[in-house]
T-cell receptor, first 113, second 111 residues
Framework: DAGVTQSPTHLIKTRGQHVTLRCSPISGHKSVSWYQQVLGQGPQFIFQYYEKEERGRGNFPDRFSARQFPNYSSELNVNALLLGDSALYLC????????????FGSGTRLTVV | GESVGLHLPTLSVQEGDNSIINCAYSNSASDYFIWYKQESGKGPQFIIDIRSNMDKRQGQRVTVLLNKTVKHLSLQIAATQPGDSAVYFCAANQAGTALIFGKGTTLSVSS
């Protein structure tokens, strides 16, 4: 069975640009969450979606947005990229809108230059 | 809000030793805790979890202990192997809200 898949695996962008990261949850999972992991730190919560609705939002600026599609896949969008947005972006899926049975993908490594 | 912290940023052990990684949390309302292992270039991998109505849970070679009185949990790894070398995170959750992660402890196992 496929786990949580994220694309692309690596990405280099220039300051001020926009980026879209994609996530496909485990088959049957209806909840997707996004986390940002800066080098040397633990993951920090950005968004949670369940049944295509936003269930939670972390302390991130409005430049960060996300959505969940009818097939439960998700996109994370970041506008007006800053150098400080360079990080590993992780997607996690779970069966329902809780954190039980959370499974993470391998992440997208975003570098902003 | 919740904060989660690990006591030691690094831990070095010999192969075959037992490893203990400690973690403290701040919010007494936290009711679910998870330990993750993260290898270089990969996402966090679930190791073991525990709910607040328990104080001990065992898995294969791993044990998690929860002390709610002092808001502390630990991960014990028996007979540590080189493949256990990774960064270990504890995470706390309150009533289905976002997971709050600590900074991580890097475990190095030498043979």
């Amino acid at each position: 069975d496929a786990g949580v898949t994220q694309s692309p695996t690596h990405l280099i962008k220039t300051r001020g640009q926009h980026v879209t990261l994609r996530c496909s949850p485990i088959s049957g999972h209806k909840s997707v969450s996004w986390y940002q992991q800066v080098l040397g730190q633990g993951p920090q919560f950005i968004f949670q979606y369940y049944e295509k609705e936003e269930r939670g939002r972390g302390n991130f600026p409005d430049r960060f947005s996300a959505r969940q599609f009818p097939n439960y896949s998700s996109e994370l969008n970041v506008n007006a990229l800053l150098l400080g947005d360079s990080a590993l972006y992780l997607c996690a899926s779970s069966l329902r809108g809780s954190n039980y049975g959370y499974t993470f993908g391998s992440g997208t490594r975003l570098t902003v230059v | 809000g919740e904060s989660v912290g690990l006591h030691l940023p690094t831990l070095s052990v010999q192969e075959g030793d037992n490893s203990i990684i400690n973690c403290a949390y701040s919010n007494s309302a936290s009711d679910y805790f998870i330990w993750y292992k993260q290898e270089s270039g990969k996402g966090p991998q679930f190791i073991i979890d525990i709910r607040s109505n328990m104080d001990k849970r065992q898995g294969q070679r791993v044990t998690v202990l929860l002390n709610k009185t002092v808001k502390h949990l630990s991960l014990q790894i028996a007979a540590t192997q080189p493949g256990d070398s990774a960064v270990y995170f504890c995470a706390a959750n309150q009533a289905g809200t976002a997971l709050i992660f600590g900074k991580g402890t890097t475990l190095s196992v030498s043979s």
